[in-house]
């Protein structure tokens, strides 16, 4: 694939910047103060809060990390059980791989790709502590329904919004529907700090402290002052005794060791800019949608995810499918495009089949419908409006085009 000399190549940005990103940067390296975490970072943090609508928001390196320090949060103990989404990128669950708990992958509903509340509730059982899904392609999850499972159990949920900044859920944003809310501001993103940067939304203030130590160096661990001597600390002059995480404290708990995931200035000075330009570049997106819509809408042998009621896409991904049943090949379309220059990229492999997830005793059949849908059915189609006119324009036409030649081979079979 990668020897093709593609007219449209998968577009590895999603988007768009101009002089405020630029203005914002020459801001920070003129301004002479820390480029590792300082002001732009707190103020990246208090917009990213107010606009999602969660009580906190702190920033992190990446997507990945961000779910990675996330799931800690979730204290799960060995024995536990989690409950996953399978269709979504590997970062969503990975972590769990290093933790003694077994991942029940759930099914997901064959319109959105989002995971089916009905097949989540059949797995559950006493050991279950958290659900983790995504909302897939900017799509938001049916979260209504997922929180009441919660909630009645005591079960945690985690939303990866790594897709959805800019979806709306009656009125309220993925980050604030479920405990703990995961955002990526890698280069393909609705928006990025500089190509890598993530964030973590959540409420609970008790997780406030034991998040912002375990990203900037410190355990996450509970600390009292040390009752006993340690060693050559007794006595220790007060410039080197400070609250909390103390030399002449002793630790108590120690939950996790901590890492430095600081976002940096300039990265947090670029996110800024991008969040002002947001509404912009997802109302560039839907409409960009649109136009794809209108195009599948000629061709009764494909079926695109359509908006609930309520519920607004922010078209990270454009997802449509292909009936089978019509006796079009999903893989002929998908190739076909390729050859009419436009690359393509599906996602996501399903994690239960994944190597790493099938070492822990996950097979072939787990999860029928995503099995289903990513062998035979789903594919995505560019929309981010890093695209221009020229590349959008051969897309929809390459579109209209090989679904044309599919229609007639589909009436010759
Ligand atoms: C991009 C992505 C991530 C990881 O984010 P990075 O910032 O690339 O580490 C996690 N989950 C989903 C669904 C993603 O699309």
Known sequence: MSQ??????????????????????????????????????????????????SRHALSVTSGTVALALAINLLGLQPGDEVIATPQTFKATV???????????????????????????????TARTKAIIIVHYGGLPAEMDRIMRLARARGILVLEDCAHALGSDYFDRRPGSL??????????????????????????????????????????????????HRIGELDGAPSWMV???????????????????????????????????RLDRLVKRRRENAARID???????????VVEPEGVANAYHLYTFFVDPESGANRNWIVERLAQ??????????????????????????ECPTAERMWFDQQINVPCQPSLSEEQFGRILDALHDVLTEAASRNSTV
């Open 294 to 304: 209108a195009v599948l809408d000629q061709f009764p042998f494909v079926r695109r």
């Open 178 to 227: 479920a405990d703990i809310g995961c955002f990526s501001f890698h280069s393909s993103k609705n928006i990025t700090t500089l190509g890598e940067g993530g964030m973590v939304t959540f409420d609970e203030d008790t997780w406030l402290e034991r998040l912002d130590r375990m990203r900037s160096n410190d355990s996450d661990a509970d600390f009292a002052r040390a009752a």
């Open 4 to 53: 093709r000399n593609y007219l449209v190549p998968y577009p590895q940005r999603g988007s768009i910047f101009g002089a405020a990103e630029l203005d914002a940067l020459s801001e920070v390296l003129n301004s002479n103060l820390t480029l590792s975490g300082g002001a732009y970072r707190e103020s990246f943090e208090k917009q990213f809060r107010e606009m999602v609508g």
């Open 340 to 365: 009419h220059g436009v690359q393509l990229q599906l996602r996501y492999f399903p994690l239960h089949l994944l190597p790493e997830w099938r070492a822990r005793g996950h097979r072939v059949g």
């Open 242 to 276: 400070y609250v909390g995480n103390s030399y002449t404290h002793n630790c108590v708990t120690l939950r996790h060791a901590g890492t430095n995931a600081t976002l940096a200035e300039p990265n947090a000075a670029f996110g800024i800019a991008q969040l002002s």
């Open 94 to 124: 990975q972590p769990l791989l290093d933790l003694r708990v077994s991942v029940r992958f759930c099914d997901i509903d064959p319109n959105t790709l989002n995971a089916d509340p009905a097949s989540i509730e059949a797995l559950i």
